[in-house]
T-cell receptor, first 110, second 110 residues
Framework: DAKTTQPPSMDCAEGRAANLPCNHS???????VYWYRQIHSQGPQYIIH???NNETNEMASLIITEDRKSSTLILPHATLRDTAVYYC???????????FGKGTRLSVIA | NAGVTQTPKFQVLKTGQSMTLQCAQD?????MYWYRQDPGMGLRLIYY???????DKGEVPNGYNVSRLNKREFSLRLESAAPSQTSVYFC?????????FGPGTRLTVT
């Protein structure tokens, strides 16, 4: 799997948009970008995934650059409950295992 | 649906003792996984099972064995626990894209 690079930590004011960047310059053509988050010590939770088009669901939006070398996860109105470690993972689609880096620790501040 | 359940939630072992971590899912998923997470780190894959009757080693399989008992259950066994196996263990299952994680087992080996 291609490797990803994420900032170790970020802060965001409650109610503002949280923009979490991810670099994946060696991504292959058949690899997708996945985002998971881990709140405190719970099991990771799936957020969203995409190939090359922008994606949106009830939790977040995913913006992938045209060259696919980087992406941004957007939480449009961050709340205190969004405080978590966010993992950006690139992998082929299907049931292959996830390869986790250290992720970005997002702190949402009141 | 309970999703992915793990037992026990907490366990303390002495060096050399053995134990089995249990995992079950009620989503009829084919694939199941065992990960471990050490403090401040991302999750690392121990073993996975792409389907009933098959298992494969992950990144850190040494000191562990697994059994895919049936489609629902995937157990992880420590034959002779070592302090280096102190960690939080997560089980997951998947069908297609999204992995669903259990709440974790917090294991301390003294």
């Amino acid at each position: 799997d291609a490797k990803t690079t994420q900032p170790p930590s970020m802060d965001c004011a409650e109610g503002r948009a949280a923009n979490l960047p991810c670099n994946h310059s060696t991504i292959s053509g058949n690899e997708y970008v996945y985002w998971y988050r881990q709140i405190h010590s719970q099991g990771p939770q799936y957020i969203i995934h995409g190939l090359k088009n922008n994606e949106t669901n009830e939790m977040a939006s995913l913006i992938i650059t045209e060259d696919r070398k980087s992406s941004t996860l957007i939480l449009p109105h961050a709340t205190l409950r969004d405080t978590a470690v966010y993992y950006c993972i690139v992998r082929v689609r299907g049931n292959t295992p996830l390869v986790f880096g250290k992720g970005t620790r997002l702190s949402v501040i009141a | 649906n309970a999703g992915v359940t793990q037992t026990p939630k907490f366990q303390v072992l002495k060096t050399g003792q053995s134990m089995t971590l249990q995992c079950a899912q009620d989503m009829n998923h084919n694939s199941m996984y065992w990960y471990r997470q050490d403090p401040g780190m991302g999750l690392r894959l121990i073993y996975y099972s792409a389907s009933e009757g098959t298992t494969d080693k992950g990144e850190v399989p040494n000191g562990y064995n697994v059994s895919r008992l049936n489609k629902r259950e995937f157990s992880l066994r420590l034959e002779s626990a070592a302090p280096s196996q102190t960690s939080v263990y997560f089980c997951a299952s998947s069908e297609a894209n999204e992995q669903y994680f259990g709440p974790g087992t917090r294991l301390t080996v003294t």
